[in-house]
């Protein structure tokens, strides 16, 4: 009887400390951070200069894997498969989490329910750009040739359901302009092609462009910020020329749902260390990604959020047909 209540009390108590000493000794394995577009876009861009930074804390390899498809849906789809066990994670932002609930008539996850959001990392701007050989220098000519040459004119997009395609197409309606939207399967992709001549307008994240304006191979019309950045002050934003388009793609650090505190708590203020480290603030300076610290529960919250923020907007561009 005594040998039986003694193994009762041992398994009661192996039970009681399994996910704190599961915790203790996270990561046990090389982690994944899953990023929903192809390589080179500023999911991407962000997601490799972390995992260099986690493994070095860590002692643990942090490894990006690209999942493209579906607006962000295949990379959410995958990670909701993944054990909640600390060694799967995204590189979310809001292409699958705020846009696609709305956007698409059913996607098989909650974008709340089924995940923990764990970090907020901060937040890119969109910018409208066009090639030097379209021969506009600002948005009231850009608007004036399009409207010139209805249906003539395309502009690329980082994909079906993302937020490029979706300010594009309210872009359109604000401006009373037929421009064609051609989506790409990632950012990178859509570049190559402008870069090339294929396409001459695009609309495309501030960070991976910075150069290209730079250089003068690109031509920057507007940014959705709400003001102008610090890291490109010239730049003039939609508002200040008369379109009312605010848009922000906020990127976090997401996981399954039902990931232990504790891992949740190390992962957390692992990344609000790394974040502020002069290497990655410059990084950031000069990508235009403005941060500030959110807590797990503010960025839950901020999620919840940027979904009804998002909601009038995908219906009223039209993106939703």
Do not use: C
Request: aromatic share 10%.
């Amino acid at each position: 009887m005594k040998f039986r209540f003694l193994t009762l009390a041992i398994l009661g108590l192996a039970i009681f400390i399994g996910p704190n000493l599961q915790a203790a000794e996270w990561p046990t394995k090389p982690v994944r951070i899953f990023v929903s577009f192809p390589p080179g876009g500023s999911s991407d861009l962000v997601a490799r200069l972390l995992s260099t930074h986690l493994s070095d804390k860590f002692g643990e390899q942090f490894v990006v894997e690209n999942k493209p498809g579906a607006g962000g849906t295949v990379a959410a789809v995958a990670l909701k498969r993944e054990k909640a066990d600390g060694h799967a994670f995204m590189l979310s932002n809001l292409a699958p989490y705020s846009i696609a609930p709305t956007l698409f008539k059913k996607v098989p996850y909650d974008a709340l329910k089924d995940f923990t959001h764990v970090s907020y990392i901060g937040t890119v701007y969109l910018g409208l750009f066009v090639s030097p050989d379209l021969g506009v220098k600002n948005l009231a000519e850009y608007v004036a040739k399009a409207k010139a040459e209805p249906g003539k004119l395309d502009f690329g997009s980082s994909g079906v359901g993302s937020w490029s395609n979706v300010v594009g197409f309210q872009f359109n309606k604000l401006a009373n302009i037929e421009l064609v939207s051609i989506p790409y399967k990632g950012s990178r992709p859509m570049r190559q092609d402008f870069r090339s001549g294929v396409i001459p307008i695009m609309f495309d994240a501030l960070p991976q462009n910075i150069p290209a304006i730079n250089d003068g191979t690109t031509v920057a019309l507007a940014i959705s910020a709400p003001a102008r950045t610090r890291s490109n002050p010239d730049l003039m934003t939609f508002r200040e020329q008369g379109f009312d388009i605010v848009a922000e793609n906020w990127l976090g650090i997401t996981a399954p749902a039902g990931l232990d505190p504790d891992i949740i708590d190390k992962m957390d203020m692992a990344l609000a260390e790394i974040v502020q480290l002069p290497s990655v603030q410059e990084k950031f300076k000069f990508w235009g990604l403005v941060h500030e610290r959110k807590t797990t529960q503010q960025f839950q919250a901020y999620v919840a959020e940027q979904i009804e923020k998002w909601k009038p907007l995908i219906i009223s561009s039209g993106a939703k047909k």
